[in-house]
């Protein structure tokens, strides 16, 4: 162990937050698990984002979840079939204004008719020590 | 597969979503990796969320994230040691208001010095269509 580097070594103060519902997707994407998965690879990939693990679910008698560790933090999708919904979430701890290609990338394949998205800033580094 | 039970089967329109930077936190808590595993799982069980999976990781030089699938969504926690913070997170689909017996046990354990925390209600039942 690097004693030196762990005295030295500071991630970004502030990181970025996405939560997203995403309403009235078509009906039979949500209920496409596989391709569901596929979609948010790729949208992670468009961000860079480093997939170290995952790990996913799918309930009866519908929705599923697929949830990213990520290099720089996690992220989920969760879906409502019956709602015609799907939820994402990103927190990544790289810095501001990250994962907008990913939720670009999102809204043009899964074309929700549309969206309720709150983004923010997540700031770890404490300014009242 | 019952297709009577997908037909009538809907999950709440209204989940909750915490998430928190807890500040200050004892080093050696937010570097015994094994310890923050234990307390983050008890504290789930307060709220009665079940697990279904997990995944974690140990960052170097420093940090971790453990991600827990659960049957009401997921949740997650981050350290960042260089900072003496960790960051929470929680999303439930159970309903509204959720979570808070959670957040209540990790507050007594870990004993942040100070806490940013955003609660919020998440619909996923579009109100448009």
Redesign the interface.
Known sequence: ??LL??MT???S?IGT?I?C?M??INIEILNNNILLKQIFLKALMEDNFKI??????I?Q???Y?F?T?L?E??A?I?T?P????L?F?L?S?RGQNDGRKTIKYLKQILNP??M?M?E?D?????T??
């Open positions: 162990m690097n580097a762990i070594y500071e991630s103060p937050e939560s519902v309403h009235g170290l693990d995952e790990v996913s679910h309930f008698p519908q929705g979840t949830v560790l290099a933090s996690h989920a969760h409502f019956e709602y015609n919904s939820f979430y927190y701890c008719s549309h309720d709150s923010r997540i700031v770890v580094k404490s009242k020590l």
